[in-house]
């Protein structure tokens, strides 16, 4: 297995992907747990859209889409005041929106459809170091930032109204929470692409949940199935001539697969 | 109003003599509610340290909103919240607003009360872990401190969350519903509970029920709501078949029985009783 990572572009590969997975899984365990799945998708999305803005304006993907994240953050996290509406529909609704969009953008720039596959699956073989860096700075400022601020996060996702009550902010913690995840996910799309990231949001937080009743073995387990399934998914990809992104989420899956198998078989 | 002879602070003319009392919190002729819409009106109310306070009424009355309201995380829309700023609060939520998919044990829910005493980026100490442990001890469950929030009993979760409360060693506590949804025994475990916190810890209680026969046999004082404060006074004086009758609007009969006040509802064929 050594030998397939020897070549230089692939160690950078392999790195972004350890980087994108193990910062995702972390996060994920409370995307997963705030139940806002569902807004790390859309804000995939939007951010996609915003990376599809850019390819047609030729500016840089990163700042768009990141403004464009930044946009989903601040509607995804108000909660409306109308009862017709709910907050899941405002998701839906920017979900759809900003899919449409990326198509759109895509389709009239001049770099045309061909990027759309890397947008959309992601190719972490193209990644450059530089691309690394940045993930790593700002994935690791936002992990430990987290971490040192786990306690307002963890009351206010668990318990909002005790925790206003107690004098937590829950409402800034809950934007602050949001405004870091949006951060990241842009960050992390312009490497993995959606799917992938979207995938290590998800899969190894529920992996997690399902083989631990601690939340920080919780984090422990889904950020070590993240990079467990980073280096098969891409040796797999190497050896198979397979999309990267999808093979390390296939990887994820059957994780979870074996996961869930090995609670019920307990 | 029949009745109205027992109130002691729901006037504006009776307000000069509660500021005098005011040492926890006041509503003075506040009106509660959430953007345009109003729940409560006109409301004025005292509470006093030491005090032991039910708030009855039916469903969608606004109890709860009240207890948003002392609590400072809903603004009155009109009129006066006056929090004692000195007085430290304990909240109780209803559990079923618990999102039991947190894998959390209860030793981390209950430590979950410390965070207001600490620092932004302070972690708990070992004299925060002994705290914490001394809470579930008071309140009897310290043998399931590493054990799943989630796996709890409804009594068990009840008697965590009241931990929480004390872990934030307050001189208040406040909490909505605490028996909803519990076998008698649970019921009657809680309020036993809550009375010795009252009674051994001097710890101010003001509660919010909608289970009459549970509420009116340990609390001191009740507040009626139905739109504002009905009725409010000492409970002996409050709790009579004319006021539930009233502000229920079906027909109640409040009778004695070894001691203890029996609240029944619906005469026979839906006559009075």
Redesign the interface.
């Known amino acids: 297995m050594v030998s397939v990572f020897k070549s230089s572009f692939l160690q950078t590969a392999l790195i972004a992907s350890l980087l994108v997975g193990a910062v995702c899984a972390y996060l994920g365990v409370y995307v997963v747990l705030r139940r806002i799945v569902f807004v790390g998708a859309a804000l995939a999305q939007v951010s996609s859209a915003g990376v599809g803005l850019a390819m047609l304006l030729n500016r840089s993907p990163l700042l768009v889409s990141l403004l464009f994240t930044l946009g989903g953050v601040a509607a995804f996290s108000v909660k409306s005041r109308d009862r017709r509406i709910t907050q899941e529909s405002i998701i839906g609704i920017g979900y759809a929106v900003a899919s449409a969009l990326a198509v759109l953008f895509v389709a009239k720039s001049a770099q045309g459809e061909a990027h759309m596959l890397d947008v959309l699956s992601g190719n972490i073989l193209t990644v450059t170091p530089c691309e690394v860096w940045w993930m790593a700075g700002i994935g690791l400022a936002a992990v430990m930032l987290h971490v040192l601020l786990s306690k307002q996060f963890l009351f206010s996702m668990f318990d909002s109204e005790t925790a206003q009550a107690s004098g937590i902010r829950a409402g800034w913690w809950d934007l602050f929470f949001f405004l870091v995840l949006g951060i990241i996910i842009s960050l992390a799309i312009r490497l993995a692409g959606t799917l992938l990231v979207f995938a290590f949001l998800v899969v190894p937080a529920v992996t997690g949940l399902l083989l631990s009743q601690r939340l920080g073995r919780v984090c422990t387990i889904a950020v070590s199935v993240s990079v467990l399934a980073s280096i098969l998914g891409l040796y797999m990809s190497v050896r198979m001539d397979l999309p990267s992104g999808p093979s390390i989420a296939a990887v994820l899956f059957a994780m979870l697969v074996i996961a869930w198998v090995g609670t019920k078989i307990r | 109003m029949k009745g109205k002879s027992v109130i002691t602070c729901d006037g504006e003319n009776k307000m000069a003599d509660c500021k005098q009392k005011i040492n926890v919190l006041a509503f003075e002729n506040a009106a509660l509610g959430?953007?345009k819409y109003v729940v409560l009106n006109g409301l004025s109310l005292v509470i006093n340290e030491g005090d032991f306070w039910g708030i009855v009424g039916p469903n969608g009355v606004g109890k709860t909103t009240i207890l948003?309201a002392m609590?400072?995380?809903l603004k009155p829309l009109s009129g006066q919240v006056r929090r004692n700023r000195n007085i430290r609060?304990g909240?109780v939520?209803q559990r079923q607003?618990?999102?039991e998919?947190?894998?959390?044990?209860a030793f981390?829910?209950v430590m979950?009360?410390r965070?207001?005493r600490?620092g932004?980026?302070a972690?708990?100490s070992s004299s925060d872990r002994e705290f914490v442990m001394g809470c579930l001890r008071h309140v009897g469950i310290e043998d399931l401190a590493s054990k799943?929030y989630r796996e709890l009993s409804g009594g068990q979760k009840q008697r965590t969350l009241i931990a929480?409360a004390l872990a934030?060693e307050p001189q208040v506590m406040?909490l909505d519903e605490p028996t909803n949804d519990m076998d008698i025994g649970s019921e009657h475990a809680i309020m036993e509970l809550l009375s010795r916190l009252h009674r051994e810890d001097n710890i101010t209680i003001v509660m919010v029920s909608h289970l009459l026969n549970v509420v009116v046999n340990y609390v001191e004082k009740l507040a009626l709501i139905d739109g504002g404060i009905r009725m409010v006074g000492d409970t002996k004086d409050v709790v009579s078949s004319e006021n539930l009758s009233d502000v229920y609007g079906v027909p109640v009969k409040v009778a004695s029985f070894d001691n203890k006040m029996v609240v029944l509802t619906g005469g026979r064929d839906g006559q009075r009783f």
């Open positions: 959430y953007g948003k609590l400072g995380v609060f909240y939520p607003f618990i999102d998919v947190f894998p959390l044990t981390d829910v979950m009360g965070y207001s600490l932004v980026f972690r708990p799943p929480r934030a406040i």
